[in-house]
């Protein structure tokens, strides 16, 4: 049986993947950097869905930390058949306020280590008839984002870099899909110091129907759950640059 490796399983949108996988019977490469929760997690899965889970900790900040990780998985002689590339972070602020450090490690979890892990996991994902990549993007993708500059920077080049990638892959048998979702249930707002802004205390989906519609919609370039995400995303569209990207800022002020 070939594994999903799932990153930033520990929580949110991840953990509600890893639920959903595990109950169509699908084995799981749980990665994050908080292991308790990835061992819990993983029993659990094991107890509900008699599926196996096995645990990387990781840390995808890191430089090497997505080389490493595909070279565990190698090690370990594991098969894969799809790759949920999840993990993920926001900051709220002023691109000049915020620390540097933390928008350089923003950079390499939302965008180099998931380049990095789908490079060396596609040979992996090439020998598996009918497997998958989901990278998490955002309804950010779309627009800039001031407040979170670095944020809606990242998330554009995920959204970019997985249609192109579903072009090429077409014809080698691997599906990539670029999940949109807007305001979501999970760990995300306090983290990113989100909590209490207009984006957060409108409507907030809950993560698992998100996850639902991606899983659903896996062999699609671009997956935007929830009928007011995508008018937004179409109404943004049909709007000058300036209009959406004022939005934005306002949404999170
Ligand atoms: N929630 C939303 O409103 C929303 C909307 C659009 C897109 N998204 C995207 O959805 C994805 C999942 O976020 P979420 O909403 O589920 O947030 P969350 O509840 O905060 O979960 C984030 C996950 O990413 C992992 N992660 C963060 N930094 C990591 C690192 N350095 N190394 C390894 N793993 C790391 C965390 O695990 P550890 O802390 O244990 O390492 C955690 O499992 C992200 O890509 C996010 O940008 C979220």
């Known amino acids: 049986m070939a594994y999903v490796v799932l990153t930033g399983a520990s929580a949110g949108i991840g953990e509600v993947f890893a639920h959903q996988l595990a109950s169509q019977h699908q084995d799981l490469i749980l990665v994050a950097r908080r292991e308790e929760r990835l061992q819990a997690l993983a029993g659990e899965l094991a107890e509900r869905y008699g599926v196996t889970a096995q645990v990387v900790k990781a840390d995808l900040a890191d430089a090497d930390g997505a080389s490493e990780l595909a070279r565990t998985i190698k090690a370990a002689g594991w098969a894969v058949c799809g790759l949920v590339n999840n993990a993920g972070f926001g900051d709220r602020g002023e691109f000049d306020q915020l620390p540097l450090e933390r928008q350089l490690a923003m ?71 670029a999940l949109c979702p807007g305001a979501t249930e999970s760990e995300f707002a306090s983290e990113a110091n989100l909590t209490g802004t207009k984006l957060f205390s409108g409507s907030v989906m809950p993560a698992e129907q998100v996850v639902r519609k991606s899983l659903a919609r896996r062999r699609s370039a671009i997956v935007i759950p929830g009928l007011m995400n995508l008018l937004m995303v179409w109404s943004g569209k049909l709007s000058p640059r300036w209009i959406t990207r004022r939005i934005a800022g306002w949404l999170q002020a």
């Open 107 to 177: 950079i390499q979890v939302n965008v180099s280590s998931l380049v990095a892990l789908t490079w060396h996991l596609l040979p992996l994902l090439k020998a598996q008839a009918g497997s998958f990549v989901i990278n998490v993007a955002s309804t950010a993708a779309f627009q800039a984002g001031p407040k979170m500059a670095i944020y809606y920077a990242s998330k554009a080049f995920v959204l970019s870099f997985s249609e192109a990638l579903h072009e090429e892959l077409k014809d080698a048998g691997v599906a990539v899909s």
